[in-house]
């Protein structure tokens, strides 16, 4: 079961508010709000005062507008060629261009629906992915211009790559090369109105980056960008996700016992066993093999032998038993393992840990985000 606060997630976007500079915040609730469920997310960062949401396809922005229903700003940045965009258009979706193909497109489908295409330029800075690079920016600004009343030029924007290691002197460069593009649109003929760098890295560790508006993703789930910079706990973030289970099975075993699939690993002493039913058929990283940490009735464990498909094995104290609950992560704040905690046990990132879990875990919700203060 992974247990979802929304009135935490509420209350990190207003830990993120309190830690900049009263500058508008997009909530990115893209894969579906990292693993979190898209819907419900959305509606607690609303309530909590996010200004735009942010997802990364198309199709999740209109599946997000169905869900939301009409007047929240949504802003969507991936779509291939032939995307819907008359439908993104007739949904009010702000949509981003990085390419000229993707400007022909927005305006064929402003052309078609009547309605002025919310635009956002995305500009290359250094990320070596989507966006126009800096030498195209003034004649995609000209393009955009050319078009006159099919477009709303909203945003100027860009991403940062390596945000998360704060001296590493890239940012800065980004900063630089997003100020030119800056100029270059003007050049062009389009100043805009809102211009975006940072995403939850930029946004609390490099508050030039700030500019208009600041896209947090992560921090707004309660983990950390990069926990070797800081972790979620210290900077005033509550995880939103606890994922926990019911012991299937508990078991006896004399030392010496393997267990799990290739025996990788083996009592070293008589000891009770538990069994979780939860594997990589979850999202569970069968990397957690031997490694992740858990609490176990109260008492801290972890994974023994190998995660499998629908279950792992974890040894367990003398007091607990089949239906005892067993916590993989949640707030540190509550003495669990954190997600960010998962990720340093298996090799990745917090980011990844949220959003692999499967669709077979059932998610509940508690809270609505509206009432924290
Ligand atoms: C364009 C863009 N903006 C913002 C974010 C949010 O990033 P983070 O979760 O690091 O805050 C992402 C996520 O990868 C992204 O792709």
Request: glycine residues 10%; contains cysteine.
């Amino acid at each position: 079961m992974a247990d979802i606060d929304l009135d935490a997630a509420a209350r990190n976007l207003r830990q993120v508010r309190s830690a900049i500079d009263g500058q508008k915040i997009l909530a990115v609730v893209k894969a579906d709000a990292y693993g979190h469920g898209r819907a419900q997310c959305a509606r607690a960062f609303l309530a909590a005062g996010a200004d735009f949401l942010g997802v990364a396809q198309l199709g999740e922005a209109l599946a997000l507008r169905e869900e939301i229903g009409p007047g929240p700003r949504i802003l969507a940045w991936i779509y291939a060629p032939g995307a819907p965009l008359v439908d993104a258009v007739r949904a009010g979706i702000d949509v981003s261009v990085g390419s000229f193909w993707a400007i022909d497109e927005l305006a064929a489908a402003a052309k078609i629906t009547a309605i002025a295409a919310r635009i956002h330029l995305k500009v290359d800075t250094a990320m070596t992915r989507g966006g126009f690079n800096l030498e195209n920016v003034e004649e995609a600004a000209r393009r955009i211009r050319g078009a006159g009343e099919l477009f709303d030029p909203v945003g100027l924007w860009s991403h940062l790559a390596r945000a998360d290691e704060p001296d590493c002197g890239v940012t800065e460069q980004q900063i630089e090369r997003f100020e030119q593009a800056r100029t270059a649109a003007a050049r062009g003929g389009v100043v805009f109105e809102i211009h975006h760098l940072a995403a939850s890295a930029g946004a609390l560790w490099h508050p030039a980056t700030r500019y208009d508006m600041v896209r947090p993703g992560i921090v707004l789930y309660g983990l950390s960008p990069e926990p070797e910079v800081a972790r979620a706990h210290d900077m005033g973030l509550r995880a939103v996700m606890t994922l926990s289970a019911q012991l299937t099975v508990d078991r006896q075993v004399p030392a010496g016992t393997g267990i799990s699939y290739g025996h990788t690993a083996h009592t070293d002493r008589a000891m009770r066993l538990g069994v979780v039913p939860l594997g990589y058929g979850d999202g569970i990283d069968r990397k957690a093999s031997n490694s992740a940490p858990l609490v176990v009735a109260g008492e801290r464990t972890r994974i023994l032998g190998r995660v499998c498909m629908d279950q792992f094995v974890v040894p367990i104290p003398e007091h607990a038993q089949a239906g005892s609950t067993v916590y993989l992560f949640g707030d540190a704040a509550a003495g669990l393992p954190t997600a960010d905690d998962w990720a340093a046990a298996t090799g990745t990132i917090g980011y990844e840990v949220v959003t692999r879990l499967g669709a077979r875990v059932p998610r509940r919700y508690h809270g609505t985000g509206e009432r924290c203060e």
